[in-house]
């Protein structure tokens, strides 16, 4: 879904350092959990951006 696969991995990385709570400071987990929520958006604005893609170009070949 991304163009940049590096932004998928360093979402995963975040989101495992966040559950596993390796953060050295309050302000790190929260910049952590910062960086999480945005990257899911982005993804899930890219995942919806290539459904549609695919279903319009299904619908062409109708």
Do not use: F, W
């Not at 989101?15 to 400071?25: A, F, P, Q, T, V």
């Not at 999480?36 to 695919?54: P, Q, R, S, Y």
């Amino acid at each position: 879904y991304s163009k940049n696969p590096d932004a998928v991995g360093q979402y995963h990385a975040s989101m495992e350092r966040l559950e596993k709570r390796d953060y050295r400071s309050e302000l790190e987990r929260e910049v952590l959990e910062v960086l999480c929520n945005a990257t899911a958006a982005i993804l899930a604005e890219a995942e919806n951006a290539a459904n549609k893609k695919a279903e319009d170009k299904k619908a062409e070949n109708k």
